[in-house]
C-alpha cells in the first residue's frame, strides 16, 4: 500500500503563491502518473493537475491553467504543485493521487491511492 503524505498548504492573500508537495513514504511511484485533485466545502472534489511518469506528459483543469504546474522528482518520491496568482476560488482541501499506471487521467476514479490532503485558503 503506498503512502502518500501532502505538505505546503496554509491561508495566503489572493495573488499570493504556494507549493504544495506529496511525497510517497512507503514505495515508489517513479513508474506511476500522479495528480492533484481539490475539494470544496459541500462540493465534489475536482480535478486540478496530472503527470505522467517520466514528467514529459501534463494537463490541467481550465480553470488552473496558466497558474498552476505541476511537476515531479523522482528521485525524491516526490510529486509538486505550484500554484501562482492564487484566487479565492481556489480555496479547498487539495489530494494528491496515484495510479499504477504510467499515464495521465482527469478522472478521480482511475486514481488507485491518495493522501490524506492539505487545506488551502485563500483571502480576498
Known amino acids: 500500500q503506498v503512502q502518500l503524505v501532502e505538505s505546503g498548504g496554509g491561508l495566503v492573500q489572493a495573488g499570493d503563491s504556494l507549493r504544495l508537495s506529496c511525497a510517497s513514504s512507503?514505495?515508489?511511484?517513479?513508474?506511476?502518473?500522479m495528480g492533484w485533485f481539490r475539494q470544496a466545502p459541500g462540493k465534489e472534489r475536482e480535478f486540478v493537475a496530472t503527470i505522467n511518469w517520466s514528467g514529459s506528459s501534463t494537463y490541467y483543469a481550465d480553470s488552473v491553467k496558466g497558474r498552476f504546474t505541476i511537476s515531479r522528482d523522482n528521485a525524491k518520491n516526490t510529486v509538486y504543485l505550484q500554484m501562482n496568482s492564487l484566487k479565492p476560488e481556489d480555496t479547498a482541501v487539495y489530494y494528491c493521487?496515484?495510479?499504477?499506471?504510467?499515464?495521465?487521467?482527469?478522472?478521480?476514479?482511475?486514481?488507485?491511492?491518495w493522501g490524506q490532503g492539505t487545506q488551502v485558503t485563500v483571502s480576498s
Open positions: 493521487g496515484g495510479r499504477y499506471s504510467a499515464g495521465i487521467s482527469s478522472a478521480s476514479g482511475s486514481y488507485d491511492y
Open positions: 512507503r514505495r515508489t511511484i517513479s513508474t506511476n502518473a
